[in-house]
């Protein structure tokens, strides 16, 4: 099939979600962060618990362990990341933004893109977040990667009428989920196709 181009294509699509993405988070700050700091801070911000470790962050960023682990360390010693032991078993590590990471994403370039897309209607806002949804599976898929989402569309996802206790529960950890845990990056994501677009409590939005 011969490639559609021109200014309705995919490649011209393709080539308008790359530079929004690089030209919205230019970080023209005194001391810029590199976009790979800036998607590690992000990332730790948005993850579930259980996902906020290097490797988690090397699946969200499509990139190895090592690399991961070289970036969380930075953000470490710029103050902008702590580790934090888990309260159950007091072994395994996470990572969470420090009081300085967090003022630092107060001043995150994309809130830019942010502030564009607010002036979208929430139907054409949900209709993109569908579409990049999507594309984000397709191109995790072509590549064997991991593709991570919230609870509102996984599989593992137990309605909250399904349980007991009156909470909605991931089947995945055994977990009840908090609503804060709802809108939270999941390493252990799974897509359900006939949940897109429907909220993690299990209506639509
Ligand atoms: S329901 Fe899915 S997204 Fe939510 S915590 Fe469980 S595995 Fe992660």
Partial sequence: MMQKTGPASPQCAADMLFHLARSAGQDDSATPLTPAQWAALRFFARASRPSRTPSGFASF?????????????????????????????????????????????????MRRLEAALGRLSEGDVRRLCEVLQASMEAVAGAQEAAVLGTCGDCRNLTPAEDTEGGLPGCACTGDRLAPADFD?????????????????????E
Avoid: I
């Fill in 61 to 109: 960023h499509a990139t190895t362990r090592g690399t991961a682990s070289q970036t969380v360390k930075s953000l470490e010693r710029l103050g902008l990341l702590a580790r934090v032991r888990a309260p159950q078993d007091g072994r395994s590590v996470s990572f969470e933004p420090t009081e300085a990471g967090r003022d630092r994403l107060s001043r995150d370039p």
């Fill in 184 to 204: 939270r990056l999941c390493v252990r994501y799974a897509p359900d196709p006939s949940r897109l677009g429907k909220t993690a409590r299990g209506g639509h």
